[in-house]
């Protein structure tokens, strides 16, 4: 059974730095598989934030390249999100998911991770 | 960036009834690149229909994808009260994923 569990602060400041991290059980992250962020904004709007391989490979979204950086630490089946300058349009839940290589779905979800952007 | 479109925002129907939910995007998704997803309130969402109409694993076949081009539906045969969530579009390209604004489908 694939579970995605993420972590990381509830609550970011204006202007900071928010790091969280997705650890993965019941599939090695060194699998066919790419490791994903999405977040959804309340009013339920969902945007792909970007994906990451094993090798390090990295695709994110042209609109929030300039602010997002992702990581994978094998040993521990874990990949974390980077994201820069954060401010209050930021607010939204976070998941990570598992896409398979080649296909263009996420299978497997996490529960979700809120951050909330306030003073 | 491809936009898609859902409607309606909101459909309200009875268990037993037939709902028909509509995905369009601003211009051509291959058929193997458009999925749909459910969510229930306080969940992540939940994988329903792949490349236009493939069901994934565990899906009832009540659950129907079509479609071609920028035109994408989901059909739901016959309501069940587990069917009432939040349904949304979403489409793969080599530049970015996006996802529709999603149709909610309440009890009427």
């Known amino acids: 059974q694939v579970q995605l569990q993420e972590s990381g602060p509830g609550l970011v400041k204006p202007s900071d730095t928010l790091f969280l991290t997705c650890s993965v059980s019941g599939n090695s992250i060194n699998s066919n598989n790419w490791w994903v962020w999405i977040r959804q904004f309340p009013g339920d709007g969902l945007e792909w934030i970007g994906y990451?391989?094993?090798?390090?490979?990295?695709h994110y979204n042209p609109s929030l390249k300039s602010r997002v950086t992702m990581s994978v630490d094998a040993s521990k089946d874990q990949f974390s999100l980077i994201m820069r300058s954060m401010a209050a349009v930021d607010t939204a839940i976070y998941y990570c998911?598992?896409?398979?290589?080649?296909?263009?779905?996420?299978?497997?979800w996490g529960q979700g991770s809120l951050v909330t952007v306030s003073s | 960036e491809v936009v898609l479109t859902q409607s309606p925002a909101t459909l309200s129907l009875s268990p037993g009834e037939r709902a028909t939910l509509s995905c369009r995007a601003s211009?051509?998704?291959?058929?193997?690149?458009l999925v749909w997803y459910q969510q229930k309130p306080g969940q992540a969402p939940r994988l329903l229909i792949y490349?236009?109409?493939n069901r994934a694993t565990g899906i009832p076949d009540r659950f129907s994808g079509s479609g071609s081009g920028t035109d994408f539906t989901l059909t739901i045969s016959r309501l069940e009260p587990e069917d009432f969530a939040i349904y949304y579009c979403q489409q793969y390209d080599t530049s970015a994923i996006t996802f529709g604004q999603g149709t909610r489908l309440d009890i009427k």
């Open positions: 490349g236009t109409s």
């Open positions: 211009q051509s998704v291959g058929n193997a690149w």
């Open positions: 990451i391989y094993s090798s390090g490979a990295v």
């Open positions: 998911a598992r896409k398979p290589s080649d296909v263009p779905y996420f299978d497997y």
